[in-house]
């Protein structure tokens, strides 16, 4: 499928989304849209592989016979059925019933089947349980088919969801696949429905420009990134990673360099979000091996795998990337200044986490990797705690690039942020900033960075160059002497010289101006004598 037709069959679904949600906020209608787009492809999956597995026993259909060929390979093969599901459960870590698939489903659909609902609540029960639990468990249960959203009882809300579930199946069918194509159209959904959902955005979605920054920063080569991007990271890490799609870019970004990820992580606090990005992961052909999302509260630190305090056990990233809510209100007890994460540097102030995010990441980040983080821009001077942690963090050599982005990039926020950089480990004893904040195209309700934005962001820092107006490198003596203020503005000013007036000349102009001004009265004046009429 082209990237013509899939912003179509994006463009298509999203028609078909802000047609029949009705009286629904467009965060509300996201989760139902995506489940049933999850479910599609889940089915999809499985019937290639059934398919696979059965080999020539794999029912061929008439075009006029509506069943699912595995629907069909189940009532002629009873006794199997128990021994091709082990088998299934095996290759692909999930059964679905032949009743549960998204044709079967898509046919009761339309036929306006009564049992639509029904078979509905079912397969996604039988998903969830029947399924590996790591991958599978509770991934429906935010979905509520029973809300009044969808109608004030069963016979309306089954109406309504054989409406939605028609419309989508007639959208994609419409389209050309290949195997990525529900999850290109399941990320353009998520950034449409941020678009849609105000505030409530920042909670699950970063921009792909914003995004294509960090993944660009985090998958080159650490100590000299003019070496390119690195052949494999290990371990890639996002402790607020909402949807997922930041985590599955920086895969993108390695697997077009050629390169390799070994695993990746994620956490999420928000449960509903977290279904989310489980699903994302999926619908990009991440197989459940290969990544690990946790369902918890990154600040309290409740995923085990972290918790490590022997150093020696540490579980380390090399790329870690977050973007995490600004200027979050937290409660950080006496006990937790101990924590292992904080007890060096301090912790962040109750009105501002965000230190305690970068301090959380931090901790875990390997010797020779990188990491990325959006943060608001208060956090590069704001007195107190966080200049504390500001200082520590510049001393020890941490801190290895500065980038400030324009205002109004977020769908949750208008003010302008910053990208921090750092390391364990870096080969430049200076900090480059980058004062990008004038380069953007402007939008009338959001402004957007263009490649050629991002490309020069990651080229300045790929190859630390230095640019009037745009980026400097800074030495730490200059950075000590503004007292380990961060301001971008302080390094890099983007304000035009003025320009230098010579007063003698301007003064020598206005006299030879007047000296012309009264030579032409006199002229004229000599005229309107001749006239008859008086001087001026």
């Known amino acids: 499928m082209t990237e013509n037709n899939q912003t179509q069959l994006g463009n298509t679904l999203w028609k078909i989304a802000d047609e029949l949600r009705g009286a629904m906020n467009a965060d509300q209608f996201r989760d139902y849209m995506l489940s049933f787009l999850f479910l599609r492809y889940l089915s999809d999956n499985y019937e290639a592989a059934a398919k696979k597995e059965l080999g020539k026993d794999y029912p061929i259909l008439k075009d006029n016979d509506k069943r699912t060929p595995l629907a069909v390979w189940y009532e002629q093969n009873k006794a199997d059925v128990a021994e091709f599901e082990k088998q299934m459960r095996r290759k692909v870590h999930y059964v679905i019933e032949p009743s549960h ?24 029960k039988y998903i969830e349980n029947e399924s590996f639990e790591s991958t599978f468990q509770g991934l429906f249960s935010e979905i509520n088919l029973d809300s009044d959203k969808l109608g004030k ?29 529900l999850g290109d159209a399941y990320e353009f959904l998520i950034g449409k429905f941020a678009a849609g959902s105000g505030q409530k955005a920042g909670e699950f979605y970063t921009p792909q420009r914003i995004s294509d920054i960090l993944s660009a920063i985090v998958t080159l080569d650490s100590q000299d990134p003019s070496k390119g991007e690195k052949k494999k990271i290990e371990r890639v890490l996002d402790f607020a990673c909402g949807s997922g799609s930041l985590l599955l870019n920086v895969r993108k970004k390695m697997n077009d360099a050629g390169g390799t990820i070994g695993k990746i992580y994620g956490q999420e606090k928000n449960i509903t979000t977290y279904n989310l990005a489980r699903m994302n992961m999926l619908l990009h052909g991440v197989k459940d091996t290969e990544f690990v999302i946790h369902h918890g509260d990154t600040l309290v630190n409740d995923w085990e795998i972290l918790n490590e305090i022997n150093p020696s056990k540490k579980l380390e990233f090399d790329a870690i990337v977050a973007n995490p809510p600004f200027s979050y209100r937290w409660e950080p007890s006496e006990e937790m200044g101990q924590d292992f994460r904080f007890k060096s540097y301090g912790l962040a102030p109750k009105s501002a986490a965000d230190f305690a995010f970068l301090l959380h990441g931090f901790h ?4 020779e990797g990188t990491m990325a983080i959006i943060l608001p821009h208060g956090v590069l001077f704001r ?6 942690i500001r200082r520590k963090l510049l001393e020890d050599g941490n801190i290895d690039t500065v980038i400030g982005l324009p205002a109004n990039l977020f769908f949750s926020t208008g003010i302008p942020v910053c ?17 990008a904040v004038d380069h953007f195209e402007k ?7 263009l490649p ?5 962001i990651v080229n300045t820092y790929k190859d630390r160059k230095e640019e009037i107006r745009y980026s400097r490198r800074v030495t730490m003596d200059e950075i000590i002497k503004n007292e380990f203020n961060l301001n971008i503005s302080r390094y890099v000013s983007t304000s035009l010289d ?18 012309d001004i009264a030579k032409a009265r006199e002229t004229h004046n000599k005229f309107l004598k001749e006239l008859g009429l008086p001087p001026i």
């Open 101 to 124: 698939l998204w044709n079967s489903i898509a046919e009761l659909a339309k036929t306006q089947s009564k049992e639509l609902l029904r078979t509905l609540q079912e397969g996604f």
């Open 153 to 181: 009882n069963y016979e309306e809300r089954n109406k309504k969801l054989c409406n939605i579930i028609q419309k989508i199946a007639e959208g994609i069918n419409s389209f050309d696949k290949n195997v990525d194509y």
């Open 364 to 367: 875990f980040l390997s010797k």
């Open 383 to 388: 007195s107190g705690s966080e200049e504390k």
């Open 419 to 435: 990208i921090l950089v750092l390391k364990k480990c870096k080969k430049f004893d200076d900090v480059l900033f980058v004062n």
């Open 443 to 449: 939008g009338k309700r959001q402004n957007s960075l």
């Open 452 to 456: 050629e934005h991002i490309d020069k």
């Open 498 to 515: 003025e320009e230098i007036i010579d007063l003698k000349e301007v003064n020598k102009k206005l006299v030879d101006l007047d000296k």
